[in-house]
Nanobody, 111 residues
Framework: QVQLVESGGGLVQPGGSLRLSCAAS????????MDWYRQAPGKQRELVAT???????NYADSVKGRFTISRDNAKNTVSLQMDSLKSEDTAVYYC?????WGQGTQVTVSS
């Protein structure tokens, strides 16, 4: 059964950091583009970052220079390092790949 399981969300103060991880149970993980999305209350889900199987990355303008997406193809994992967090980063973050979504993990940035 194909699954994506996120972990690492939580409450952090503005300016702080969090690292999200996503474990994928799928064959040939290295072939898939993986993404992180987020959805804030009352807003549409938006693409945050993308990484190809070869490690090429792309970011939303709102997170460039603060977030870093990475992957470990040997462990079937994709991560999102979030630094210099702002209140507007508060959202449920979702891992996405090969047509599947994770369950989401809450990130709250507040003092």
């Amino acid at each position: 059964q194909v699954q994506l399981v996120e972990s690492g969300g939580g409450l952090v103060q503005p300016g702080g950091s969090l690292r999200l991880s996503c474990a994928a149970s799928v064959s040939f993980f290295r072939l898939y583009v993986m993404d992180w999305y987020r959805q804030a209350p009352g807003k549409q889900r938006e693409l945050v970052a993308t990484i190809t199987g070869g490690g090429s990355t792309n970011y939303a303008d709102s997170v460039k220079g603060r977030f870093t997406i990475s992957r470990d193809n040997a462990k079937n994992t994709v991560s999102l390092q979030m630094d210099s967090l702002k209140s507007e980063d508060t959202a449920v973050y979702y891992c996405h790949g090969f047509g599947h979504w994770g369950q989401g993990t809450q990130v709250t940035v507040s003092s």
